[in-house]
């Protein structure tokens, strides 16, 4: 069992920055990769990047590259998305997710096991 807690939205003019932190207990040595995910009212679930646990590697959605930046401490178990240059397209209920066995397609919502309660973000105009 996996528990994932997301933190750090809030309202932000666009083009600033906010950090947003998730905080995984539970059985986090069976985590191979972390992602995160946000929502819009009214739209699908949207990939926005992951990463992975054990080795180097992460993947962006097109949407953030170069904006967002996801980073993690593992000792902490505790996974970071900078977001920098915010537009109000952002705004939305961001998720981070665990996928433990590291399989499937990643950028899926569906493959991940455990999710977090989500945290609103919100950029003005």
């Known amino acids: 069992q996996v528990q994932l807690v997301e933190s750090g939205g809030g309202l932000v003019q666009a083009g600033g920055s906010l950090t947003l932190s998730c905080a995984a207990s539970?059985?986090?040595?069976?985590?191979?990769?972390m992602g995160w995910f946000r929502q819009a009212p009214g739209k699908e679930r949207e990939f926005v990047v992951f990463?992975?646990?054990?080795?180097?590697?992460?993947y962006y959605a097109d949407s953030v590259k170069g904006r967002f930046t996801v980073s993690r401490d593992n000792a902490k178990n505790t996974v970071y998305l900078q977001m920098n240059s915010l537009k109000p397209e952002d705004t939305a209920v961001y998720y981070c997710?665990?996928?433990?066995?590291?399989?499937?397609?990643?950028?899926?919502?569906?493959?991940?096991?455990?999710w977090g309660q989500g945290t609103q973000v919100t950029v003005s105009s």
């Open positions: 539970g059985r986090t040595l069976s985590t191979y990769t």
């Open positions: 990463i992975r646990w054990s080795g180097e590697g992460t």
């Open positions: 997710a665990v996928e433990n066995d590291g399989r499937g397609l990643l950028t899926s919502a569906g493959v991940y096991d455990f």
